[in-house]
């Protein structure tokens, strides 16, 4: 494995990988590669290109302000675009001390995808990312904590952090949907210690955040720009267990029962509530055990893939663009594969997040061995004859490039 995404982000990629820091740490890295995933003509550039509103949150004094006030909504407008963000009115949000988030920027946004596919690649959990703008003197976010572990990387100007310990370790999704913001209540005795960590990020560095500890941040006297990348689903024993009840019923017709909707009114009468709720535990303690593992890890990794990135692809260009011949240099793009397996009948299995292939032959073993090597080194249907018949070979680098399993060489 090459961790051509971790070495730029953290000093051990290796140890990163299979054990993060379970405190938070500060890293100062090259700052060349990092800056150049998100800039302030960015946020002009996609701001000016339409950002619909349902990827940009505005948060103003630790509150979110409705996307009413950032829409084109109720004004003159070609309808489609209702729901697209008003640069202007994310000028007076920012100048009033609004932080600006774009939510799901590995989607959208070419830098920031291509590294967040080939770190999820690298550590095998989907990864995800978060852009933040906060003006100048402003702070961002109260503390909160998040689902899972986050990096953060500052990519313009600076901001000032405080890391707190935990007030909920190892905390749920649920527990970070309802109580990611602790009152002031919980937050007091945890103020009266001096922060786990105070720190001040330059374009850079890097902040590594564990699952659940307690963060804030402010912009100090310049405006920052930093991007989160953290991994969702957190996979944690719970979310297996909630997947596997999940699966009881699909899985056996006699659990079926298990639909069964409640009496009426049962929730104002304790006792019969109570009598039910140990049938259903009875139920589940006989019906676990029964469950078909292989056939639930199998679908559980199926569901789990969908997670992934999907591979960058060109759909104008594969399909209606420049013909594909036995020359034409194409890269592989390794962190495009979710998983490949060999099938009984020796064909080689490509998984990727949203679909799969499959090849045989010469073609099989090329590919396996170019994966194995992970390398960049770009390649052409010629290197594949004579084991494959040059047509055939056309066709199978023309089969990859329209999955994204090699893209052409730029
Ligand atoms: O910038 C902020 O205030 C919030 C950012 C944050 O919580 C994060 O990046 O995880």
């Known amino acids: 494995m090459h961790y051509r995404a971790l070495s730029k982000i953290v000093p051990f990629p290796r140890e990163f990988a299979t054990s993060p820091p379970t405190r938070p740490e500060v890293w100062s890295m090259p700052a060349e590669p990092l800056t150049a995933l998100l800039g302030l ?134 527990e970070t949907l309802r109580r990611s913001v602790p009152t002031e209540r919980q937050l007091e005795p945890e103020l009266r210690r001096p922060p786990a960590l105070r720190t001040t990020l330059h374009p850079g560095d890097v902040l590594w955040i564990p699952r659940g500890w307690l963060h804030s941040g402010t912009a100090t006297d310049e405006p920052s720009v930093h991007v989160s990348l953290g991994f969702v689903p957190m996979l944690t024993r719970y979310w297996l267990a909630g997947k596997l009840v999940e699966r009881l019923d699909a899985q056996r017709p006699e659990f079926a029962g298990l639909r069964r909707e409640l009496p009426w009114g049962v929730m104002r009468r304790p006792g019969e509530l109570a009598e039910i709720v140990s049938e259903v535990v009875k139920e589940l303690a006989e019906a676990l055990p ?38 034409t240099r194409v890269v592989t793009v390794t962190e495009s594969l979710f998983a490949t397996h060999r099938l009984p009948d020796g064909r080689l299995r490509l998984l990727l997040a949203d679909s799969s292939l499959t090849l045989s032959g010469a073609a099989a073993d090329f590919l396996e061995a170019q994966c194995e090597r992970d390398s960049e080194e770009p390649w052409c249907a010629r290197d594949l004859t004579p084991d494959v018949a040059e047509a055939a070979a056309v066709s199978v680098v023309t089969t990859l490039l329209r999955a994204g399993v090699v893209r052409r060489q730029r």
């Open 41 to 174: 003509d960015d946020f002009d550039r996609m701001l000016q290109d339409g950002v619909p509103a349902g990827v940009l949150r505005v948060v103003r004094a630790g509150e979110e302000v409705p996307p009413a006030e950032y829409t084109w909504g109720e004004r003159p407008i070609e309808r489609p675009f209702a729901e697209v963000v008003r640069p202007g009115a994310v000028t007076r949000l920012l100048d009033g001390g609004a932080t600006v988030v774009l939510d799901a920027i590995h989607r959208f946004w070419r830098p920031i995808g291509d590294l967040g596919r080939r770190l999820a690649y690298e550590v095998g959990l989907p990864a995800s990312a978060t852009g933040f703008l906060t003006p100048a003197g402003h702070p961002g976010f109260p503390f909160h904590h998040d689902e899972g572990g986050n990096l953060l990387i500052q990519t313009v100007g600076s901001k000032t952090w405080e890391v707190r310990e935990p007030l909920i370790r190892d905390p749920l999704p649920h």
């Open 290 to 327: 029964l469950l078909d593992t292989p056939a639930v890890s199998a679908d559980l990794s199926t569901q789990l893939r969908r997670s992934f990135l999907e591979p960058p692809r060109t759909p104008a260009a594969t399909a209606a663009g420049a013909r594909i011949d036995a020359d």
